[in-house]
């Protein structure tokens, strides 16, 4: 009724009546694509409407329009009790306000020019683009036209048009900012501008998120656009060969995980030859979706590359059993706080007996770090909370996103007294080759931007770490969540027994509920419960028979009566729709004939059982497909078995049906065309019971989300709130906590034992005292601040190594990519550097050691023809600089001669291979005397500031591994002998090698 008499307002008295309609009316009249056919009939004078053909056009033109009259974006409360979206700060408001201005009147004045082009004048737009970049326009130059294209192609590609506050979000991301947007707000789409109008330089664009399946569907939707104008669309997954990664990545805009972006960056600095780099161009421009995700919760661990060696299975096994006898507050002291383990007196005197030992830090025998590490895993390590063991291997669970990190390990020992734990045969261990932190790896790239749902809480932490400027986006349409009260009960049975009241009324209704955990555990727990009330209702964790089905589960989220049990939601890559996503259930239905017809089992075709769609038990039956529907399947099948054949991937036939889905052009009576059409009509099948469901769940009151404990972060307790409320939809959250909740409990200290004292409440009556409120914010206000802290030392620390490590790639990457005569070159200035160090320690007081010397010498350059009676002779120390320094330019001229005479720049392939061996080999040891510093370093801080201490230490161990470096290449080199008589012969005939440059400098 709302909805009918706000559109009646808006038809009849224009924008000022229609101002008067309650908020949520007017919410659910411009989201209602009912609205359409009514709206398209009538003749409307409002001004920057956009009249088309098709009714995603004429909406969201009218959304622009009518948020513009109402002042959408201000922090308002609605009828319903919820919040729009707000825009943060009046400095945020009016930045916003001047873009919004720059859209109306310089970009969505271009649209109807725009419009009238054809699809070849559209796509030469991006030729006429790149010609004036080159004549000395810049980006910002181009923006608006660059802008209104793509708005333009999103539009004939796929039939979506941005919204001019999506507009202002990519003005957002190119100027190098961080755009938060709330979910549901279309992201992947906004990136689409900031990527076209940088890649149009040729120097590419890499986009970045959390995993390969959201990496794979924004190439496959976004990439039409970007194809469609003329550039190329790369995409990197888990699985691809360097050759396949080095086209990818060479592609004008590419999409990509942000692990796998980091570990080619760390493997093309461990290449030995140039054709073992995939990321061949400097890096550019990147946008990091889900950038708190990345760039601040994945950022406390860094990406390593390590590399084997043997484990002592024996210590790792015996410390676990003496671990499991060890009693805590006897034997050690565990602060979860800082997830450390302390022995006690009494506990390294037990354990010195029971091993038999007189000290446990014997540096021959050490016993300390295997115990400290089994009574960690026993106390701290939990199973299925941080870790779940699959097929006999210790998967680590990333606590923010409830997903397996995989390949990440512990390092230091702990994986493998984890695995000692469970019973598991200890894997090797293993010593750091190379390693990057996220935060120095981002800014690396001269051009950063990124985007995400929830920023503004770690505001500081952008700024201070990767120098980005959160700004807050306004929503297209008010949020019409509602965001109850925190229920905080005295004990967890309090607290369950509201969580399962809660269920239970709104369940009977048919509410859907989405139900988050901290832990796997917790969902596990939770789940158990209700199975045995008889509950129906789904788990989603990152459990492996889980995992498989996480779109699938997702996708029913929000159906009637759906209950949902989920570790944290933050970078999910399916929308939770109210009613149902129709577009998944079609795809999946079609996917079950047309996958047998293109792949077989060897290419990993899954089982029929893992194709059907495995519904929601508490929901209501996805209807049987009509006879028409399933005849437009097998036709559709059929042709692009004709058309294709076989296909070598299920990646390659999601492909196919994602194109499909869509709508760009497709060639007329192709299999493309008809799989759409078959797409077309299973959509429109299952539409009328989602559409059906989602009406019923908007008078219930939307999605209906239960946080049952808070995060270590506000920010990801926003996330899952902002599941439910999307683009316009009603929603609701509530949080349910206990006072003996783990957080409260090891970072809450006296604030939370006090009120445990005062408050002599029931333990099933909420706590609602303001005091109650402050002191739970206030604690998870100093865990925020506590773990900044940690990754902000992290950071200083990592920006010395950081500067060594660009230093020593940079230099790795000349020797792999740069010619003989520059490697030839860098050997000679090398012998000489060695030769001028070696000299003055055999002059001391004005006398000469000509044998010390001559000695030395031939130990370092190997056939060197300089005698000690040589040396004796001359007369000065200039002199004896002089001839060293010719006789060194000598041998080395004979040395390259004779191995070039076995092979053409024989020489050459020494030279790179041996000084890249010892470039690696000692780098790697530097890591490891920079972790030992970095750990000890703070012993000394009686001394000073222990950063400065290991600022000056890490630069003199610096210098010393390049001066290594430098001397072991040298004596490697002359050191080379070749092994077969016949090379040998053709050496000793060789004649000196002549350089053709001059020397390295």
């Not at 017809?597 to 996805?622: F, H, R, T, Y």
């Not at 005849?631 to 990646?651: F, R």
Request: glycine share 6%; proline share 3%; aromatic share 8%.
């Amino acid at each position: 009724a709302m909805q009918v008499v706000a559109v009646a307002m808006l038809l009849l008295g224009g924008v000022e009546a229609f101002q008067h309609a309650p908020p949520l009316a007017r919410s659910r009249a411009l989201a209602s694509s009912s609205l359409t056919p009514s709206l398209a009939s009538r003749s409307f004078s409002i001004p920057g409407l956009r009249q088309r053909q098709g009714s995603v056009g004429l909406r969201m033109g009218l959304f622009d329009t009518v948020a513009k009259s109402f002042g959408m974006g201000k922090e308002e409360a609605t009828s319903e009790g919820g919040v729009v979206f707000g825009v943060g700060s009046p400095e945020n408001q009016k930045f916003v306000k001047e873009l919004l201005v720059r859209v109306e009147s310089k970009i969505n004045v271009l649209e109807e020019q725009i419009e009238k082009l054809t699809d070849e004048q559209l796509r030469a737009k991006t030729q006429e683009f790149q010609q004036r970049l080159r004549k000395g326009e810049t980006e910002e130059d181009i923006l608006d036209e660059a802008f209104a294209v793509v708005r333009e192609a999103a539009w004939r590609v796929l039939k979506l048009r941005h919204y001019d506050v999506q507009m202002v979000g990519g003005m957002v991301l190119h100027q190098r900012k961080l755009a938060e947007m709330a979910t549901g707000e279309g992201k992947t789409l906004v990136a689409t501008l900031p990527s076209y109008l940088n890649a149009l330089s040729g120097k590419g664009v890499h986009v970045v998120t959390v995993n390969d399946y959201l990496a794979r569907r924004d190439a496959e939707n976004m990439g039409q656009i970007h194809r469609f104008l003329g550039l190329t669309v790369g995409l990197i997954q888990a699985e691809m060969k360097p050759e396949e990664r080095r086209a990818n990545y060479g592609c004008d805009i590419t999409y990509v995980t942000n692990s796998e972006l980091g570990f080619d960056y760390l493997r093309d600095n461990l290449a030995i030859k140039p054709e073992d780099i995939v990321l061949t161009r400097p890096f550019n421009f990147c946008i990091v979706d889900e950038a708190d995700s990345i760039m601040i919760d994945e950022a406390r661990t860094p990406l390593i590359i390590s590399e084997k060696t043997a484990a002592p299975a024996a210590k790792y096994a015996n410390s676990a059993k003496i671990a499991t006898v060890l009693e805590e507050k006897v034997h050690y002291t565990v602060d979860e706080k800082s997830q450390s383990v302390t022995l006690t007196e009494r506990g390294f005197s037990d354990v010195e007996k029971i091993l038999n030992v007189k000290d446990l830090f014997n540096p021959k025998d050490p016993w300390s770090p295997y115990i400290i590490n089994a009574l960690k895993a026993k106390s701290l390590f939990k199973k299925d909370v941080q870790y779940v063991v699959r097929a006999n291997e210790v998967m680590i669970v990333d606590e923010f996103t409830g997903r397996v990190l995989e390949g990440r390990r512990w390092s230091n020992g702990l994986h493998q007294s984890v695995e000692a734990k469970e019973g598991l045969k200890p894997s090797s261990e293993t010593q750091t080759v190379a390693s990057i932190t996220y935060q120095s790896f981002f800014r690396l790239f001269p051009k950063l931007s990124g985007m995400t749902g929830t920023a503004r809480t770690e505001a500081k932490e952008f700024g201070d770490i990767y120098g980005l400027e959160v700004l807050s986006i306004p929503t297209a349409l008010p949020v019409a969540r509602r965001d109850n009260p925190d229920a905080t009960f005295r004990t967890q049975a309090g607290k369950w027994k509201a969580v399962m009241g809660d269920i239970a009324r709104r369940h009977t209704k048919g509410q859907p509920i989405l139900i988050g955990t901290t832990s796997i555990a917790a969902s596990e727990q939770l789940s158990k419960l209700m199975t045995e009330l008889e509950v129906p209702h789904e788990v989603l964790n990152a459990k492996p028979e889980v995992v498989t089905r996480e779109n699938e589960i997702v996708a029913q989220a929000g159906r009637a009566f759906a209950i949902t049990i989920a570790t944290n939601m933050a970078g999910r890559g399916t929308d939770i729709l109210l009613g149902g996503n129709s577009g998944f259930f079609a795809k999946k239905r079609i996917m079950q004939k047309l996958a047998p017809a293109l792949v077989d089992k060897k290419n990993g075709l899954p089982s029929k059982e893992a194709m059907e769609i495995k519904q929601n038990p508490a929901c209501i039956p996805l209807p049987e497909l009509s006879e028409q529907a399933v005849n437009k399947i097998d036709e559709a099948v059929q042709a692009a078995a004709s058309a294709l054949g076989s296909l070598p991937s299920m990646l390659d036939v999601e492909s196919l049906l994602a194109v499909a889905a869509e709508t760009g052009p497709v060639e007329a009576g192709s299999h493309l065309e008809k799989l759409r059409e078959a797409y077309r009509v299973v959509k429109e099948e299952y539409d009328v019971r989602c559409k059906k469901e989602k009406e019923e769940v908007e008078d219930l009151g939307g999605l209906h989300v239960i946080g049952t404990e808070r995060h270590e972060s506000r920010r990801i307790d926003q996330q899952l709130r902002g599941r439910a409320g999307r683009q316009g939809d009603p929603g609701s959250s509530r949080f349910f906590l206990a006072l003996d909740d783990r957080l409260f409990q090891v970072f809450g200290g006296t604030s939370i034992d006090g009120l445990l004292d005062k408050l002599k409440v029931e333990e099933d009556m909420p706590l609602e005292a303001k005091s109650v409120s402050d002191a739970l914010d206030g604690v998870q206000r100093r865990v925020e601040e506590y773990f900044y802290g940690i990754r902000k030392e992290m950071f200083k620390y990592d920006e010395i190594l950081s500067s060594q490590r660009e230093s020593i790639y940079s230099m790795r990457k000349k020797f792999v990519t740069e010619d003989s005569d520059y490697m030839s070159n860098t050997i000679l200035e090398y012998c000489l550097d060695t030769a001028e160090e070696i000299v003055p320690n055999y002059i001391k007081e004005g006398k000469l050691d000509a044998s010390g010397l001559a000695n030395k010498l031939a130990q370092f350059f190997d056939g060197i023809q300089l005698k000690d009676s040589d040396i004796a002779a001359l007369k000065s120390r200039d002199e004896v600089r002089q001839v060293v320094r010719r006789q060194v330019e000598e041998v080395l001229e004979r040395k390259e001669g004779e191995l070039d005479a076995v092979k053409e720049s024989f020489s050459f392939e020494i030279e790179r291979y041996i000084i890249l061996t010892q470039v690696d080999l000692l780098w790697k040891q530097h890591l490891k005397d920079i972790d030992f510093l970095k750990d000890f370093i703070g012993l000394r801080a009686y001394k000073g500031d222990p950063f400065i201490e290991f600022q000056q230490e890490g630069f003199e161990l610096y210098q010393d591994m390049l001066k290594a470096v430098r001397r072991n290449t040298v004596y490697s080199f002359f050191q080379y002998k070749l092994k077969n008589e016949e090379n040998k012969a053709k050496a000793a005939s060789a004649a000196p090698k002549k350089k053709k440059g001059g020397k390295k400098k």
